[in-house]
């Protein structure tokens, strides 16, 4: 069973920025496409963010274009999310996800995913 561990939440003022990680328990990251998800309280959880497994593939939500970025580092078998010019709208909780997969391909959708992280809380506010 493959586990995610977020880690990098927490509070920051508009404009700000904050940088996830997400540790994944996995011989090699090559194998995986990863991807980003956000929940905010009383709405559905949403793909921000994701990656293929050979690094190529790079999707991001309208929403988070140009503020946010998706990026790996394959030894450490970790999965980042930096995130800048921060809003109130980003507030939420972030998921990890990965995928087993070898394809040139990652999306933005749930069920893309079959392993996901705990989470970590996001809170934007002055």
């Known amino acids: 069973q493959l586990r995610l561990v977020e880690s990098g939440g927490g509070l920051v003022q508009p404009g700000g920025s904050l940088s996830l990680s997400c540790v994944v328990s996995?011989?090699?990251?090559?194998?995986?496409?990863v991807g980003w998800f956000r929940q905010a309280p009383g709405k559905e959880r949403e793909g921000v963010s994701c990656?293929?497994?050979?690094?190529?593939?790079?999707n991001y939500a309208d929403s988070v274009k140009g503020r946010f970025t998706i990026s790996k580092d394959n030894a450490k078998k970790t999965v980042y999310l930096q995130m800048n010019s921060l809003k109130a709208e980003d507030s939420a909780i972030y998921y990890c996800?990965?995928?087993?997969?070898?394809?040139?391909?990652?999306?933005?959708?749930?069920?893309?995913?079959?392993?996901w992280g705990q989470g970590t809380q996001v809170t934007v506010s002055s």
């Open positions: 990656l293929s497994s050979s690094g190529v593939i790079i």
């Open positions: 996800a990965a995928e087993a997969t070898v394809q040139s391909r990652c999306g933005l959708a749930i069920n893309d995913y079959d392993y």
């Open positions: 996995t011989f090699s990251l090559d194998y995986y496409a």
